[in-house]
């Protein structure tokens, strides 16, 4: 009988060791990392609300914050080696990282690629965004609206300005923008005074507002000078804010400016007519459809997914939920 109690004991020691065990593991892997830039105010309002629904869920939140491309490949492989259930990364350069997951895939962490595709490796397992296509697109077709381009309107004077290099989403929206805008500005109805069309002339380095500020001088004092600007595509509603500012500043009538975010100060200025459109990005939307993503991750299974064709990194196609953005104008403001 002593020896059925001993066993009995020993047996439920044994137990109450490999259920702790789990514990930590299972605890191991509610621990969500979130490495993201601190370049804009979106990427705070990005994090924020991911950090929330996680937390809400009962997930630990190791949140990265870095300012360069290099602090943020360091924060990433440095999340990794703690080997939480996921790493969400929100690339301040997408072609940084390839070397650095290749020598980390052996620690089998899945890595969700935010709103910015990761180029050069196959240790990407999803990517969450807005449909990128769609937005330049839908700026595009905004102007070409009002300008009535469709039905012979023009000509109109137009400048273009583009996001930060190393976001693949800025090459995306330009060459969207542009499939729309070509025609026209072939056949006059637009026509661009600089001349500057190409995405490595029209760039703002880092995505950095003021970076726009010295660009927009040179335009309106080089080829607008007596002449009106029209109308401007600006890639986010900060840099739109800078380009409008120097344009008063020069005595330039407010031309129609579209934007992306839906910053609370640009969604201020479309409400005063000094802006024309943004495009939301609704930090709320993506947030949640990535928070579903890593809760479908960490639990072994597979999340919702609407894209496996568009986002092909070099490696791989990365399987994508993307999201649709929306245009706000003075028509739809109130709803905001």
């Not at 800025?170 to 542009?178: G, P, Q």
């Not at 031309?255 to 930090?283: M, S, W, Y």
Request: hydrophobic share 40%; with cysteine; charged share 20%.
């Amino acid at each position: 009988m002593d020896k059925l109690k001993f066993l009995c004991v020993a047996a439920l020691m044994t137990i109450t060791v490999l259920l702790t065990g789990c514990g930590t593991s299972t605890s191991g892997h509610k621990t969500v990392a979130v490495c993201f830039p601190n370049t804009t105010p979106s990427w705070e309002r990005n994090g924020s609300a991911l950090q929330r629904y996680l937390e809400e869920d009962g997930f630990k939140v190791d949140m990265k914050i870095s300012s360069t491309s290099d602090e943020q490949v360091a924060q990433v492989v440095e999340a990794i080696k703690t080997k939480p259930g996921c790493v969400v990364v929100g690339a301040i350069d997408s072609s940084a990282f390839a070397q650095a997951l290749e020598e980390t895939k052996s620690y089998n962490v899945p890595i969700i690629a935010f709103d910015r595709i990761i180029f050069g490796t196959d240790a990407v397992t999803y990517y969450a965004s807005y449909d990128n296509d769609a937005v330049g697109e839908a700026q595009a077709l905004y102007f070409e609206t009002v300008l009535n381009l469709r039905k012979g309107g023009g000509p109109y004077n137009i400048e273009f300005f583009a996001g930060g290099t190393t976001d693949n989403n800025s090459h995306i929206f330009l060459r969207n923008i542009m499939k729309i805008f070509d025609p026209y500005l072939n056949n006059g109805q637009l026509v661009c005074r600089s001349g500057q069309t190409d995405f490595d002339q029209v760039t703002v380095k880092d995505w950095y507002a003021e970076n726009a500020r010295p660009r927009i001088k040179e335009l309106l004092a080089k080829y607008y000078n007596g002449e009106t600007l029209h109308a401007i595509i600006a890639p986010n509603d900060e840099i739109a804010g800078v380009i409008l500012d120097e344009m008063r500043r020069a005595g330039q009538p407010i031309p129609l400016i579209c934007g992306l975010d839906a910053d609370p100060a640009a969604l201020e200025r479309i409400k005063n007519g000094q802006q024309t459109f943004t495009v939301a990005k609704d930090p709320e939307v993506l947030t949640l459809k990535c928070f579903r993503m890593v809760k479908a991750v960490v639990d072994g299974t597979v999340p919702d997914i609407n894209d496996v064709k568009t986002y092909d990194n070099g490696v791989k196609v990365v399987p994508a939920y993307l999201c649709t953005p929306q245009i706000i104008d003075r028509s739809n403001i109130d709803q905001f």
